[in-house]
């Protein structure tokens, strides 16, 4: 068993492209190795802003789980799951929106920034508002520890944490606690319960983190520890009551610098992409047509890498030498563009080589696509109803 569990959701929002492979699919295929890891497709979140087209939402889901397949990202060792298939995130966030405060939600960055740049859109609903709180019931539902996410989502890690932390101070207070904590401190048996105290102690007076640290990680190899004393033995030591609810920390991936067609990031909004799954013709042509220094008029012209859109994409996948090969022969004009072109288009097809050949396995067969979606919804279903009886049982809604 692995001691982190990796959570991450994607919205569909139709073919992916290199910017997503890049940015984010290498790192989910990286993780799956090193970390128990869940991946999710985001469909309620991608209704929140696409409430009157939810038509386009189905093929937009297939469609993005081959490209995580065809990326690697491989469901023997992860679960992929749909999160409208399993409804206890909406339970969960609808249980978290009782002691949700309106103003976090106000507060939360990307709900204005979305609100203007959408404007075309009415966002003005109470779905659009929760969405970070949507959110929230994702990551907590899986008591997910770490969450991969690029820079513009950190408010919202930031807003499960506390979201985390006061559904904990509401509902984790129960008669007895302390006694009930150092009876489970106990038996951890003496030696763990020494180092227990001691991490404990120090970090309550000495604010020392990696203390803290420590103790949740002695927490987490315990395997015969009960829920309940987990919940009380993780409480206990930042607090007085119980951890239901425990608070992930936001893994920050470094953000992608996959540049597009025309030297600006690669993006859908920009026209400037290249799917993970080009045909490799459109590969071939999109590359040969792209602008060039605009200073290399004829072939005899020197140019400036410094001023082509080319030049990103060879530091994006050119060896040192080849690009030694093109600073020299564009600056004297040594080589010509489709020339210096021609390896950044042979490296594109190589990459996305493996990718279109597990891709073509799923589009000849898509019950397999089917079958493990299916097999990632009941894990995932499994885990998440083990939290939402937690979390009914501490708001009192566990009667029959
Ligand atoms: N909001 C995320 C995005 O736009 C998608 C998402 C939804 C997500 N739920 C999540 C990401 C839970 C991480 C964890 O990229
Ligand atoms: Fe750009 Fe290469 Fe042409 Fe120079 S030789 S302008 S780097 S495409």
Redesign the pocket.
Known sequence: MFAERV?????PTGNLHLGHYHGVLKNWVKMQDEYECLFFV?DW?ALTTHYDTPHMIEQSVWDMVVDWLAAGVNPARSTLFIQSKVPEHAELHLLLSMITPLGWLERVPTYKDQQEKLSEKDLSTYGFLGYPLL?SA??LIYRSTQ?P?GDD?VP?IEFTREIARRFNHIYGREPGFEEKAEAAVRRLGSKKAKLYFELRTRYQEQGDIDALESAKSLLEEQQSLSHGDRERLFGYLEGSGKMILSEPRAMLTAASKMPGLDGQKMSKSYNNIITLREDENNVSKKIRTMPTDPARIRRTDPGDPDKCPVWPLHQVYSSEDMKQWVMKGCKSAGIGCIECKQPVIDAVLEEQRPMRERAQLYLDDPTLVRNIIADGCEKARKLASETMRDVREAMGLDYS
């Open positions: 959570l991450s959701g994607m919205r985001a979140h959110q994702d990551i969450v996410v989502q919202h």
